[in-house]
């Protein structure tokens, strides 16, 4: 089967400061990784995908890296803010189905 | 913005007594989705429905669970017999395509006493 983890439960980071926040899979079938931030007492929002085919790929102040050699995924954020205080979920696909699994979850905090 | 209501957002239940968590998905969406979040834990996936039937369950969507799109727009999660251990946020999802970018909603608090 799938499983998903995060190597970090918390992360403090500093405003200003680029965040990374890791994920490692165990099902190399995975076809589709996303990521979902959550904010307190809020449901999990999209922040950006990426499919098997692509190691890299960019949104508006989010990365997100692919390494299928090693099953990792990271989420890096440019500049953190306030606002990107919130838990960080990565999530996957296998290819054969449309189930979304979740990690545990990193909680980021920004410090002024 | 589109976007998946769900309603109530808070409900609170007496051990053994059934309830209806409801969802409004995005209107064009095909795939739905029902999850769970007990506090503090990650969110777990329950059900995905599609074409009016379940294409997939987790092992937590035992007999007691059900899930049902009456009318073409709800899409509702039926607990029979609730237990104290089903406490937790309910959070329903849609998505337009399969392998895409589900949606949450803001979920439903299921407090059961």
């Known amino acids: 089967g799938e499983s998903v983890g995060l190597h970090l439960p918390t992360l403090s980071v500093q405003e200003g400061d680029n965040s990374i926040i890791n994920c490692a899979y165990s099902?190399?079938?995975?076809?589709?990784f996303i990521w979902y931030k959550q904010e307190s007492g809020k449901g999990p929002q999209f922040i950006i995908d990426?499919?098997?085919?692509?190691d890299k790929r960019q949104g508006q102040r989010v990365t997100v890296l692919l390494n299928k050699t090693v099953k990792h995924l990271s989420l890096q954020i440019a500049a953190t803010q306030p606002g990107d205080s919130a838990v960080y979920f990565c999530?996957?696909?296998?290819?054969?189905?449309?189930?979304?699994?979740f990690g545990g979850g990193t909680r980021v905090l920004v410090k002024p | 913005e589109p976007e998946v209501t769900q309603t109530p957002s808070h409900q609170v239940t007496q051990m053994g007594q059934e309830v209806i968590l409801r969802c409004v998905p995005i209107?064009?969406?095909?795939?739905f989705y029902w999850y769970r979040q007990i506090l503090g834990q990650k969110v777990e996936f329950l059900v995905s429905f599609y074409n009016n039937e379940i294409s997939e369950k987790s092992e937590i969507f035992d007999d007691q669970f059900s899930v049902e799109r009456p009318d073409g727009s709800n899409f509702t999660l039926k607990i029979r017999s609730t237990k104290l251990e089903d406490s937790a946020m309910y959070f329903c999802a849609s998505a337009s395509r399969e392998g895409t970018e589900a949606f949450f909603g803001q979920g439903t608090r299921l407090t059961v006493v």
């Open positions: 099902n190399s079938a995975s076809d589709y």
């Open positions: 209107s064009n969406h095909l795939y």
């Open positions: 999530g996957l696909t296998l290819a054969a189905g449309n189930k979304l699994t």
């Open positions: 990426i499919r098997s085919n692509m």
